[in-house]
């Protein structure tokens, strides 16, 4: 008789799996939502140069001794080109925002405050800032931007442009197989037109689920109880795959395959956890490859992969697995019934700011995955959760 895994021993178990791939360099237009392998360092500096952060006239403040101050205008500066000549006595330059500001120029006068006619500008009065961003001031060469281990948002790639780097190291995505089998499964759309079937349902979730954790599914395949077909679909998945997902197939009857297609070099790390929905998940490794094994029925699949296929997927991405795994307190809006000798994970749903079962908990139900907010953690034997209640909840 296979013993029965507590949930936070399975859970440490998969997370000591949950490790970040090796790096590669992907070309930054390809990198959002990625994770950083490699820290980004500064390859120039912001700015390159003293700048101009107004459109005005760059001057001397020798020059601005008595105001009103006639200057020369002895040229312009527009951002992108190259270093005007340093100002001598009695001369200013036209400047614009983002333009190397002139050797010897202490500051640039913004246009509002001057007057110009022809050659020669007027200014007026000047204020206390100097409108010039100094080279180096957001940051030097060599400056590291961003750690290894970043997520990469809009905003962190802003930083990683202006480091001026084209490719960025990063971690390689998890390339994920989803085996489904079943007989009486069919692809959507197919089983109103043959009796006795059922929508193969649960590899697109599961797919959109890899996908938000940062993974990449490389082959999505239902397959048919047969060991023979499932063997070579094994082989093949695992030439492809960092890890293969196979749904189905893992309890005890008679074309339940699920495990023994991977053969005896499989390393089962657990099989069978003590909770409900989900008891006969498993989680092994065939070489290089990690093997999830979920259950068929869908509500019973859903909460085990939202427990261990996104974590696991986050953690090979490089994200962290913990944000995967945010246990939060919430409060009960109506009873919870007591609980058996397993954890159970409630379906459950927010209303008035407060935690409502679902009412239909059934491990195959469909209908009701759509209305599930979160999934609250009840332990083993514990009483009747009353209204008002604290309780346990992952966002599901």
């Avoid at 997520?151 to 442009?161: G, I």
């Amino acid at each position: 008789m296979t013993v029965l895994v507590p949930l936070d021993e399975a859970l440490d178990i998969m997370l000591a799996q949950a490790n970040p791939l090796p790096g590669e360099d992907v070309p930054i237009e390809q990198a959002y939502d990625r994770t950083l392998a490699a820290p980004v360092l500064a390859n120039i500096a912001s700015p390159r140069a003293d700048s101009s952060a107004m459109d005005g006239y760059a001057v001397r403040d020798a020059d601005l001794a008595q105001l009103p101050a006639s200057l020369r205008v002895a040229g312009e500066s527009f951002a992108g080109t190259a270093q005007p000549p340093a100002l001598e006595a009695g001369e200013a330059v036209r400047i614009f925002t983002g333009a190397p500001v002139p050797d010897r120029a202490d500051r640039v006068v913004i246009q509002e405050n001057c007057s110009r006619d022809g050659d020669m500008v007027t200014v007026h009065e000047y204020g206390s800032g100097r409108h010039i961003r100094y080279a180096g001031h957001d940051f030097d060469e060599g400056d590291e931007l961003l750690p290894a281990g970043t997520h990469l948002t809009a905003r962190a790639l802003v930083a990683a442009a202006g480091a001026d780097l084209a490719q960025i190291n990063l971690v390689r995505r998890p390339r994920v197989a989803i085996l489904g089998t079943g007989d009486e499964l069919v692809p959507p759309g197919e089983a109103r037109h043959r009796p006795g079937t059922i929508p193969e349902s649960l590899s697109p979730a599961l797919a959109a689920m890899v996908g938000e954790a940062g993974g990449e599914v490389v082959q999505r395949v239902h397959l048919p109880d047969d060991i023979a077909v499932l063997e070579d679909w094994a082989r093949e998945a695992l030439t492809q795959a960092d890890l293969v997902v196979i749904t189905g197939g893992a309890s005890v009857g008679e074309r339940d395959y699920a495990k023994i297609i991977w053969g005896e070099e499989l390393d089962l790390l657990f099989s069978k956890v003590a909770i409900k929905p989900g008891k006969p998940m498993w989680l092994g490794r065939r070489g290089k490859t990690l093997v999830l094994g979920l259950p068929g029925n869908p509500t019973s699949a859903l909460v085990t992969a939202r427990l261990f296929l996104v974590p696991l997927v986050s953690g090979m991405a490089g994200r962290k697995t913990g944000g995967a795994l945010d246990w939060r307190e919430g409060v009960a809006g109506t009873s919870f019934p007591a609980n058996g000798s397993r954890e159970t994970l409630t379906r459950a749903k927010w209303e008035g700011g407060r935690l409502v079962p679902l009412d239909s908990q059934d491990s195959s139900s469909q209908a009701m995955l759509a209305q599930a907010d979160v999934l609250v953690r009840r332990p083993i034997d514990a009483p009747q959760a009353m209204p008002g209640d604290p309780l346990r909840y992952l966002d599901f």
